[in-house]
């Protein structure tokens, strides 16, 4: 296995024989043990559902269900603007991250040119600056170019943040790239941007899935960027807007659940989908 | 079509360093497919990717046909490269890894269409063409990247041990069909491997590479009956040849203590007359134990190959030589043999250079 | 081709955290800077409440074993292929893509005064534990650090596991040949191989501790009662942007880039070592 990343087929699970439970009480019992696991770590869906099919009342004195909370919803939370904000924040942002990492790993990895290693190391070395130690610099630096009323702040911030482990995983994963099939592009007459373009960014379609995913939960999920260079209310991700509810605690709890249930939706969909690559990218600084 | 001319080419990675190339001169006329050779870190790869364009030439120059392409991109170079590793894209299909070369060049796409099937019916790919490489087999893959080469109908073939990655059974019909091939087409090809039975089966000529610095060319038999020095004696062939140290005396040659008459003239020996006495394993010839003229050997390990086989043994001042045993009776392990020159057979080499004498 | 990743970081991120050192040394706004020089540090150690924000840090790494250990076992337990164990590992997994806000918020619900937590101690007999969990300082520091290790259970487990997949089994059948029980297998055979994945873990686990949890307190707890759940980052968050000591949020700022960047040389020079 070279580079760094791991492969696709190599999800968790033995290489080989699995220990196998020949024992069917001991077997009885660990799928038990699983099955408990498996509530608390599904509890908050379970509550999220359950809570936000009740209306105040019959959360709070007990009571039956009802879709009244949902009703309520409109009028609590802006959600489908806020979806529609999210999603043009992560794709803009993720976008840019993946031009910007797929380029200068291509570079650092296949190219060879002086200050490259420089360079290589003051990007990678940004992945050590957490957000909180520039973020209230950043912030003032960017009110002042009049960045906080659009999504360009915000964008550019999750832009930054998100470059420096990205270009790492592309290094790795062009290093791991065999220098003859590039070879073979120059034979074939392409010059090194058509190479970039035409073959290795193909090739490489499996880290940029780990790099979308790995971006879109952080991104999706994140409040406070979101927070401070999205001062618009009309422009705030649903996060946000779920944070800003949530933290004036006089709100009506299930709307809030049922809230939740819809901001978590599209990553708990993107999750689904794009799990293995996740995976991947966890476990790709670790290096192998 | 065209010829292929190295004239003083060098390639120097690090200054300083030995020359990966050193002054390569080598001319290979139209359509003759040349196969250099020689063992990893000889400079071969290097060579070749010079002619491609995918390393730069730190001296001399480099023709295809009459136009220098020294300082020319490989896209203008007129040639195609077959890869060890293939270097299939594997996000295209076959049939567009075949075609992709020629839609860089905007040709049109009627015939690129006409060219791709053509090739892949001269290579049975035709099954193939909408796989993508992963879904093949090595030789299938193996395929593609010769049709890939073919489809530009370049002036060169350069072909870097294109067989290496084949098992054992399929390099050899590989190889037989790629020399047939190159024939078919009549294109000039230039084949490096570090197999010198390859070279010496696929080859109109062969260039033997040591160390940067080119050793012999010439035609396979020509290389194997009359290498021009030790190092090619002893890489060409399989069992090696036995290179035993002997001295020039007036009638011929003492080695192991006998001395084996040379009627030809040979040139004069460096330092104090000593040489390097070379004889095939077939140069050889085993006899009775203590037959007169015959040099003891205790045999140490006999290789059955079913219709000869090979005597490994030791001499009484501890050389080791192989002889080759015609046939099935062979002598057992732990006996005692006569070897015999046969002098007809004997190649003599400079003590100190190594140099043919 | 480097060029755009590079001035983006730059200008976004490494600016920024020149900014962060020029500015810890003054007093400022966010409009007008003075500068003050060093002694805004020291004063800063002479704060109470700094230590005790530093104290709370301290408090939360205690919870980080549990963070690993618990994912650990689990992990050896999938590992085992138990039946459907595919969806177990993507069931435990799947509170990776919920947002902290939405943990936090849920948390929030379940330890408060009348919240599932205290219904199920009372349900099981344990009702003198009950509490409002969430209005005590130290309660809710604990409540803090349990939602934390719940939340790191999916990431480190897919972490172990992967690492598990990578081993030999050979190994494992060899101890068992030489007697070893399942336990001591897993202690003295899979534990040991699994040192990398097991430090990788506990490196992600800490640089989440100190910067990852500003939504969860921001939603759950709001940093309080008193200081009693406010960590460092959460303390820039609040001296910059609801305090308005911009000069005093930057230093606070560097002090957690040089915390979390002693961490993570730390961390390589480790990794340099066993190489």
């Known amino acids: 296995m070279s580079g760094g990343l791991i492969t696709l087929d190599d999800l968790p699970g033995p290489v080989t024989e699995p220990r196998k439970i020949r024992r069917p009480f001991v077997g009885s019992a660990l799928f038990f043990a699983m099955i408990v696991i498996g509530i608390v770590m599904l509890y908050p869906f379970f509550f999220m559902i359950d809570t936000s099919l009740r209306s105040e009342s019959s959360f709070l004195n007990g009571g039956g269900h009802s879709l009244a909370s949902w009703r309520a919803l409109d009028s609590t939370l802006p959600w489908r603007q806020q979806l529609v904000n999210s999603t043009i924040v992560c794709l803009l942002s993720i976008g840019i991250i993946l031009t910007c990492s797929t380029m200068a790993g291509f570079a650092f990895a296949k190219l060879r040119y002086p200050g490259a290693s420089a360079v290589f190391v003051a990007i990678i070395a940004a992945i050590l600056i957490p957000v909180q130690s520039i973020v209230i610099p950043a912030y003032v630096d960017i009110a002042q170019w009049h960045l906080l009323t659009s999504y360009t702040g915000a964008v550019l911030m999750y832009s930054a943040i998100g470059t420096p482990f990205a270009t790492f995983l592309m290094t790795v994963y062009y290093r791991s790239l065999p220098d003859e099939v590039l070879e073979a592009g120059v034979i074939d007459g392409l010059s090194y941007p058509t190479i970039f373009l035409r073959i290795a960014l193909p090739m490489s379609v499996p880290a940029l899935a780990t790099i979308f995913v790995l971006q879109f939960i952080q991104i999706w999920d994140d409040l406070l960027i979101g927070l401070l260079f999205l001062q618009n209310p009309s422009e705030r991700t649903i996060t946000v807007g779920l944070g800003a509810l949530a933290a004036g605690r006089t709100t009506d709890i299930p709307v809030l659940m049922a809230g939740s249930l819809v901001s978590a939706l599209p990553a708990i969909v993107v999750f689904l989908i794009f799990q293995r690559f996740l995976i991947n990218g966890l476990t790709a600084g670790i290096g192998r | 079509m065209s010829s292929v001319r190295f004239e003083y080419a060098s390639r120097i990675y690090a200054a300083g360093h030995r020359p990966a190339v050193d002054r390569l001169s080598l001319e290979i006329p139209d359509g003759e497919l040349c196969v250099l050779v020689g063992p990893s870190g000889s400079g071969k790869s290097t060579a070749l990717r010079m002619l491609a364009g995918l390393e730069p030439a730190d001296g001399g120059k480099i023709f295809i046909g009459d136009r220098d392409v020294t300082d020319l991109a490989p896209k203008r170079r007129d040639i195609a490269m077959v890869f060890q590793s293939y270097a299939l894209y594997p996000h295209m299909t076959v049939a567009q890894n075949l075609g992709f070369a020629l839609r860089v060049k905007r040709m049109p796409r009627e015939e690129v269409k006409r060219r791709v099937e053509e090739a892949a019916e001269l290579l049975e790919l035709t099954p193939y063409l909408k796989r993508r490489p992963r879904a093949l087999s090595g030789g299938q893959r193996q395929r593609v990247a010769m049709g890939r080469a073919i489809v530009r109908e370049p002036q060169v073939f350069c072909m870097d041990e294109p067989l290496s990655n084949l098992d054992a059974k399929l390099r050899v019909s590989t190889r037989t069909q790629i020399a047939s091939l190159q024939r078919r087409l009549g294109v000039t090809m230039v084949y490096v491997t570090h197999d010198q039975v390859e070279a010496m089966t696929m080859g109109d000529r062969v260039a033997v590479l040591h160390e940067g610095v080119l050793q012999q060319v010439d035609r396979p038999l020509d290389l194997y009956d009359r290498p021009c020095n030790v190092f090619v004696a002893g890489f060409m062939g399989s069992p090696a040849m036995n290179l035993l140290p002997g001295k020039r005396v007036t009638d011929g040659v003492e080695v192991l203590g006998t001395v084996v008459p040379v009627s030809r003239a040979l040139g004069a020996p460096g330092a104090n007359g000593a040489v390097t006495a070379g004889v095939r394993p077939e140069g050889l010839q085993l006899a009775g134990h203590s037959e007169p003229g015959t040099i003891p050997v205790t045999v140490e390990f006999v290789e059955e190959l079913g219709s000869d086989g090979f005597v490994y043994g030791t001499v009484d001042t501890g050389e080791r030589i192989t002889v080759r045993s015609p046939g099935r009776s062979h002598p057992s392990v732990g006996s005692q043999v006569g070897v015999r020159f046969e002098p007809a057979q004997l190649h003599v080499f400079d003590g100190e250079s190594g140099e043919r004498l | 081709m480097t060029a755009p990743a590079f001035l983006l970081v730059a200008v976004i991120l490494g600016w920024p955290m020149l900014q962060a050192f020029y500015y810890s040394l003054t007093q400022w706004d966010g409009i007008t800077a003075t500068y003050i020089g060093p002694s805004t540090y020291t004063h800063e150690f002479h704060d109470p409440a700094f230590w005790r924000v530093l104290q709370n840090n301290l408090l939360l790494i205690l919870a980080i074993p549990l963070a690993l250990v618990i994912p650990l076992g689990i992990a050896f337990l999938l590992d085992t292929h138990v039946f459907g164990w595919r969806i177990f590992r993507s069931a435990y997994f799947l509170p990776t893509a919920i947002s902290w806000v939405v943990i936090g918020m849920v948390a929030e619900r379940f330890f408060a005064a009348n919240g599932q937590l205290n219904s199920m101690l009372s349900a099981v007999g344990l009702g003198f534990l009950s509490t409002d969990f969430l209005s005590g300082e130290r309660s809710a520091l604990l409540a803090v650090a349990l939602t934390f290790v719940w939340s790191m259970i999916g990431t480190n ?92 949020g930057a230093m606070l700022g560097v002090i957690l880039f040089v915390i979390m960047a002693t961490v993570g040389i730390v961390q390589i020079v480790l990794l340099r070592t066993k190489e």
Do not use: N
Request: aromatic share 16%; proline share 3%.
């Open chain 3, 157 to 248: 487990m897919i972490i172990f596991l992967t690492g598990m997949a990578t081993l030999d089994p050979h190994l494992a059948e060899a101890a068992r040949v030489d007697g070893a029980s399942g336990w001591q297998t897993f202690r003295r055979v899979t534990v040991p191989q699994l040192k990398r994945f097991i430090q990788f873990a506990l490196m992600m686990t800490l640089i989440s501790a100190f910067t990852a949890l500003f939504s969860l307190i921001f939603v759950m707890t709001s940093g309080g009662p008193g200081y009693g759940t406010t960590t460092l980052e959460f303390f820039v968050y609040q001296t910059a942007f609801a305090v308005g000591q911009f000069g005093t």
